[in-house]
């Protein structure tokens, strides 16, 4: 019998062993399947950070075939490059290694005393001791704005810990550089903006040579939807470009004299792109020829603007709101420090607390350049602009049914949400405190499930904000070491670089490698469903991304129909406004009826089509209440839409798609006292 055994366990063995060579030779293997350990570095540089992370990151798709983890939608890895080089301190990496890397400026030894930014924007007197590696006594901290906090080996154990996509803002202010006491470079804004996109590129391949070479690191700069889904697959971050600047393009304004035009707006998209930006704002802090800004608050508010005054010749301007949406209240703190650089014998003004919307909208300028993103797939980030700018914006959006709107770290009016959301758009908060977070996250909940979409956050490191605070060692849920990723496939302890070790219940936020800790905190706070959410993010954000790229504009069927109206408003001798200037496909030309209520515009598109959506863009002179009226024969008319509540702007009517050759647009009561006047009228199927 022993024989017999030892025969079968050996024919057993046999089989085993071929089962085994053919399963690797014809069927798919895990990534280590064979012993390889694919997410470490075969040479990492020498001393370095620790990451403080076990486990294989996961890989692949959930059973929907949907991309899975956390997306951080705004945040700056080379700001340090960005206000003349010397205003956060640090590198992301450096070819010398981790002691040259993390460095503070040289004007912050012996003490801070000169870590002037510091105490304009954070009071205190900055002083704090300058030294980063290898004993990081003061720095990087959850409320030090002027120091690294995106060292690559944090990043690291962010994609660790679960985190998929990076949007890498391109950010500089010129303004703020030409003020700022200490710079080694020119102010420049483009310059800059070209330097950190080719820095980020230099960041992989950086990374890709700790790996083996090209193509090997797990940090992939994308540049479509799609090459991003298999970055993620892979079990990688997929980092975008985007750029967050005051001046794009040079698109300054002087005494409300734009600095730009249609040709320079065009050159810099076009350049943009091919630098591999797919997202952007066209206005930060400073209003600028293309649009207003949503403003800051307190001492940093005043400060910006002055610097605003500084770069346009013009403090801003205000007046109250319209509707729900306000601009952030303005404030009268005082900031000495910036206020010294005014011209003797200015002053900022004071504002109404009852005016918090600013005057500036979305300029024409603006407008041509939003529409130049529309043309090249790109997205549209909303926060920073004013109230009257976002309105345009998103007007224009739901007009062409066009999805590429992004608020990435809440600084647009929240009342805009469900708009977002109702155009394919995606939706991330700033990376406040858990508490803070979890509120925010709550009040929206809603129609994130209306909606079928995930969440986001939007750390904004080294974007001088100010990051979560610790909680306390003492609170009754701290964050327990080492705790689990949220895919439940990693391990994470505390994070230790050098000679020190973070813990986010006594340190708060410091730095990038503490994302997962405070997404960790989230879930003892908020709860597992919260995290839920962000863990669907990636897959939301690749949607909008997605459905940006695959907009295709719908052929207008106004353009050069035959158009006829009740009347035409005659004046200037100089100037046309006959019903055909509503379907010429020029902005600044319009049609203008009499000054009564009673008035219509019909179109003839000459043969019946399918028509789901009109599109009114109204001059100043609007309709209050009016209807749109379909025919077939011109005889016989439906009413498919109408309103009693417009307010001007740029109308999107959208009803069940009918069969219609003829459209009217029938004016009921003017909002205005003079007549009803159209810049241009679009149809559409739908």
């Known amino acids: 019998m022993a024989p017999r055994s030892y025969r079968t366990r050996k024919n057993v ?105 510091d105490f304009i924007t954070n009071g205190g007197d900055g002083r704090h001791d300058p030294v980063g590696w290898p004993t990081f006594e003061d720095w990087p901290a959850h409320d030090s704005l002027t120091h690294q906090q995106n060292y690559y ?50 960041l992989q391949a950086y990374i ?24 993620i697959e892979q079990g990688k971050l997929a980092v975008i470009l985007g750029v967050e600047t005051s001046e794009p393009f040079g698109c300054k304004q002087v005494l409300d004299v734009p600095q730009c035009d249609k040709e320079d707006i065009d050159k810099g998209l076009d350049e ?50 319209t509707g729900p949406q306000a601009d952030n209240p303005i404030g009268l703190a005082a900031a000495p420090e910036a206020e010294k650089r005014l011209p003797a014998g200015v002053s900022v003004p004071s504002y109404d607390t009852d005016a918090r919307c600013n005057v500036r909208g979305l300029t024409p300028l603006g407008e041509y350049a939003v529409r130049g993103m529309m043309q090249r797939k790109m997205m549209l980030e909303i926060d920073h602009m004013s109230v009257k700018a976002t309105g345009r914006v998103l007007d224009i959006f739901e007009a062409e049914s066009y ?94 670089t050098g000679e020190r070790t973070w813990d986010l219940n006594t340190d708060g936020a410091a730095h990038y490698g503490l994302v997962p800790d405070w997404i960790e905190d989230i879930r003892l706070v908020g709860g597992q469903d919260v995290v839920d959410d962000l863990f669907r993010g990636a897959e939301s954000y690749l949607g909008t991304w997605g459905a940006t790229e695959g907009h295709r504009a719908e052929t207008n069927l106004a353009r050069g129909a035959t158009a006829t109206a009740s009347s035409t408003e005659w004046w200037n001798p100089f100037t046309s406004f006959a019903p055909g200037r509503a379907v010429d496909g020029e902005r600044d ?75 009217r647009v029938q004016g009921l009561e003017r909002g205005t006292g003079w007549g009803y006047s159209l810049h241009e009228a679009g149809v559409h199927s739908g």
């Open 403 to 496: 999805p590429g709107v992004l608020s990435s770290h809440s600084w647009m009016d929240l009342n805009w949400t469900e708009r977002v959301y109702r155009l394919g758009g995606f939706v991330a908060q700033y990376m406040h405190g858990s508490e803070h977070f979890t509120a925010e996250a709550r009040r929206t909940d809603a129609l994130r499930e209306k909606y079928g979409v995930g969440y986001g956050y939007g750390t904004d490191m080294n974007g001088v904000g100010g990051w979560p605070a610790p909680r306390g060692a003492d609170t009754g849920n701290p964050v327990r070491y080492p705790f689990r990723s949220a895919d439940g496939g990693s391990l994470l302890d505390r994070q230790t």
């Open 13 to 117: 063995t046999v089989v085993t062993l071929l089962l085994v060579v053919l399963s690797l030779a014809l069927g798919p293997t895990p990534s280590s399947a064979a012993g390889d350990d694919w997410w470490n570095p075969v040479a990492r540089p020498a001393p370095d950070s620790r990451i403080g992370v076990t486990g294989e990151p996961f890989t692949g798709t959930d059973a929907h075939g949907r991309v899975r983890g956390f997306v951080d939608a705004h945040n700056h890895l080379f700001s340090n490059e960005a206000f003349g080089g010397r205003l956060i301190c640090g590198k992301p990496f450096s070819e010398a290694g981790i002691a040259d890397a993390l460095k503070d400026c040289p004007e912050h030894y012996p003490d801070g005393s000169l870590a002037i930014f």
């Open 153 to 202: 080996a944090w990043v690291e154990r962010a994609w660790r810990g679960g985190q998929r996509v990076l949007v890498n803002d391109l950010v500089t202010n010129g303004v703020i550089c030409s003020v700022y006491f200490f710079k080694d470079r020119s102010c420049d804004e483009m310059t800059s903006i070209r330097l950190q996109a080719k820095l980020t590129y230099d």
């Open 208 to 231: 890709d040579r700790m790996y083996g070479g090209p193509g090997k690191g797990w940090f992939r700069i994308v540049t479509d939807s799609a090459q991003a889904r298999r970055v």
């Open 272 to 321: 943009l792109y091919a630098l591999g930006v797919r997202s952007m704002f066209l206005c930060h802090k400073f209003d600028n020829a293309l649009c207003g800004v949503r403003f800051d608050s307190g001492a940093l508010g005043t400060a910006i603007n002055v610097g605003q005054f500084l770069s346009t010749g013009t403090f801003w301007k205000t007046e109250k709101c």
């Open 589 to 663: 030309t319009r049609w203008a009826s009499e000054w009564s209520d009673d008035q219509w515009l019909r179109l003839d598109l000459g043969a019946t089509h399918l028509v789901g959506r009109v599109t009114l863009d109204w001059e100043r002179a609007y309709g209050k209440a009016y209807r749109v009226d379909l025919s077939t024969d011109g005889e016989t008319w439906r009413t498919a839409w109408s309103t009693t509540a417009g307010d001007g702007g740029l109308d999107t009517a959208r009803f069940t798609p009918t069969p219609a050759r003829y459209v």
